[in-house]
Nanobody
Framework: QVHLVESGGGLVQAGGSLRLSCAAS????????MGWFRQAPGKERDFVAA????????YYADSVRARFSISRDNAKNTVYLQMSSLKPEDTAVYYC??????????????????????WGQGTQVTVSS
């Protein structure tokens, strides 16, 4: 079982940047593919980005592909989400999630909530106009 804790959220002006971090503990981090999701008030939780266990394979929602970058440091048990050119519509609680991998394939195309086994508590990102 893996425990996830997000950090790095906050208030930023439109056009600004933030880097979110998600620290994992409790299991070997490289056993997990990782993802970021977000949930705006009154809306469903949506996929943002995912990364394979080795950090090579990445996958993004169309709405963030050109602006966000996901990465991981297996030595630090941490996954990151670098967010640039932020827009007010990026305002949401951001969650990281872990999926226990079942093979050595460095896959990242896991974009459904049901694909993931463990979740963090979330970190608020607010983008002002």
């Amino acid at each position: 079982q893996v425990h996830l804790v997000e950090s790095g959220g906050g208030l930023v002006q439109a056009g600004g940047s933030l880097r979110l971090s998600c620290a994992a503990s409790g299991d070997i981090f490289s056993r997990y593919n990782m993802g970021w999701f977000r949930q705006a008030p009154g809306k469903e939780r949506d996929f943002v980005a995912a990364i394979g266990w080795s950090g090579v394979a990445t996958y993004y929602a169309d709405s963030v592909r050109a602006r966000f970058s996901i990465s991981r440091d297996n030595a630090k048990n941490t996954v990151y989400l670098q967010m640039s050119s932020l827009k007010p519509e990026d305002t949401a609680v951001y969650y990281c999630a872990a999926r226990r991998r079942t093979s050595l394939q460095d896959a990242s195309t896991y974009d459904s909530i049901s694909d993931y086994d463990y979740w963090g508590q979330g970190t608020q990102v607010t983008v002002s106009s």
